[in-house]
């Protein structure tokens, strides 16, 4: 089955350094890939959207790769600052429908 | 900035009553979902809805599930009779759909949730 998987623990790093989550998949040929921030109680926030051709997107501080060999995303912050801290979500999707399948969320503390 | 609303904010229900989610999507967007969170668990999707009609839904969206466009602007989630295990958070989302001949679908813009909880 469908299976996604992000840092399953928390990372906690210094302000002003980089993070870097990971996001894996198995069984599944995504035609794009998304990344969305959640803060507790809250809905999941739009970030970055990478499709299956594309390598690398940036935007401002946030950088995301997708390599399609390895199933793999990386989803960067650089210049951390604590207004950073909340959960991160990997998505998955492809067809037409629009369905998403979300990985669990790595949760990020940056400390001042 | 345009916005998807939900409401309520909060639902508290009894087991084995109805209840309905409402959601305004953004206004001219084409695509609509809903998704539940349980506490503590990954995002999941329930169903996608585009030219007045389900387009997928998920083994979670059984017959007890229906959603609904009744006017242009809103979305509904109803459950027909509540059980306990549906407690969760209920997300309504919004994608723009067509741009000239492609249908674009793929960025979701997500409501702030509905809480419910089934006693």
């Known amino acids: 089955s469908q299976k996604i998987e992000q840092n399953s623990e928390a990372l906690n790093i210094q302000e002003g350094k980089t993070a870097t989550l990971t996001c894996n998949y198995t069984n599944y040929s995504p035609a794009y890939l998304q990344w969305y921030r959640q803060d507790p109680g809250r809905g999941p926030v739009f970030l970055l959207l990478i499709r299956e051709n594309e390598k690398e997107k940036r935007k401002e501080r946030l950088k995301v790769t997708f390599d399609t060999t390895l199933k793999q995303s990386l989803f960067h912050i650089t210049a951390s600052q604590p207004a950073d801290s909340a959960t991160y979500l990997c998505?998955?999707?492809?067809?037409?429908?629009?369905?998403?399948?979300f990985g669990q969320g790595t949760t990020l503390q940056v400390k001042p | 900035e345009p916005e998807v609303t939900q409401t309520p904010s909060h639902q508290v229900t009894q087991m084995g009553q109805e209840v309905i989610l409402r959601c305004v999507p953004i206004s001219n967007h084409l695509y609509f979902y809903w998704y539940r969170q349980i506490l503590g668990q990954k995002v999941e999707f329930l169903v996608s809805f585009y030219n007045n009609e389900i387009s997928e839904k998920s083994e979670i969206f059984d017959d007890q599930f229906s959603v609904e466009r009744p006017d242009g602007s809103n979305f509904t989630l109803k459950i027909r009779s509540t059980k306990l295990e549906d407690s969760a958070m209920y997300f309504c989302a919004s994608s723009e759909g067509a741009r000239g001949w492609r249908v674009f679908q793929e960025t979701q813009y997500f409501g702030p949730g509905t809480r419910l909880l089934v006693l």
């Open positions: 998505a998955l999707g492809s067809g037409n429908t629009g369905k998403l399948i």
